[in-house]
């Protein structure tokens, strides 16, 4: 079975433009969780979606947004992006709803804001 | 401010001994516990998990033990392969969110 999938693999934008990730989970899995992960703040979780709807929420900016779609494949989007965004994001999906439970991870999206 | 702490950022242990990994909290209304191990240029990887209702849980070499009252879980792993060698997280939820620990690295020599 395929694992969890991020497009693209790296992304090199500048300061006040917007980007947008994707994330393809693993089959059968509905639910899909994004985090950022930095030296300074290390790994912190973004959004979980379930089912297209927004389940679960960190503690980031209205900037960063996501949605999914019907195959459960969802995208992250940021919008007037800031140097401090530099950073890798994952991309994590599981079978149930929730981020309490096991969560398979992909390999990341790095992101570099100049 | 940081909900979850690993304060040693590295480990070192021999194979075939016994590696604990220990991770502090500050808020007493999380409600599950999780650790995750990671290699270089890889995603996370879920290791074990353990209930706020629970003290204990364990899954092969690995055991993680929750303490409430110190707001203190731990992590051993008995024994210690190399292949153990990696950065693990610990992660709590609570209020719809989860935060993570900044990791700790470990080394298990052959």
């Known amino acids: 079975k395929a694992g969890v999938t991020q497009t693209p693999r790296y992304l090199i934008k500048t300061r006040g433009q917007q980007v947008t990730l994707s994330c393809s989970p693993i089959?059968?899995?509905?639910?899909v969780s994004w985090y950022q992960q930095t030296p300074g703040q290390g790994l912190q979780f973004l959004f979980e979606?379930?089912?297209?709807?927004?389940?679960n929420k960190g503690n980031f900016p209205g900037r960063f947004s996501g949605r999914q779609f019907s195959n459960s494949r969802s995208e992250m989007n940021v919008s007037t992006l800031e140097l401090g965004d530099s950073a890798l994001y994952l991309c994590?999906?599981?079978?149930?709803?929730?981020?309490?439970?096991?969560?398979?991870f992909g390999p990341g999206t790095r992101l570099t804001v100049t | 401010d940081q909900q979850v702490k690993q304060n040693s950022p590295s480990l070192s242990v021999q194979e075939g001994r016994i590696s604990i990994l220990n991770c502090d909290y500050t808020?007493?209304?999380?409600?599950?516990f999780l650790w995750y191990k990671k290699y270089p240029a890889e995603g996370p990887t879920f290791l074990i998990s353990i209930s706020s209702i629970k003290d204990k849980n364990e899954d092969g070499r690995f055991t993680v033990f929750l303490n409430k009252s110190a707001k203190h879980l731990s992590l051993h792993i008995v024994p210690s392969q190399p292949g153990d060698s990696a950065v693990y997280f610990c992660?709590?939820?609570?209020?719809?969110?989860?935060?993570f620990g900044t990791g700790t690295r470990l080394t298990v020599i052959p």
């Open positions: 089959s059968g899995h509905r639910s």
């Open positions: 808020n007493s209304m999380f409600d599950y």
């Open positions: 994590a999906s599981s079978l149930g709803q929730g981020i309490s439970y096991e969560q398979y």
């Open positions: 992660a709590a939820t609570g209020a719809n969110n989860l935060f």
């Open positions: 979606y379930f089912s297209e709807t927004q389940r």
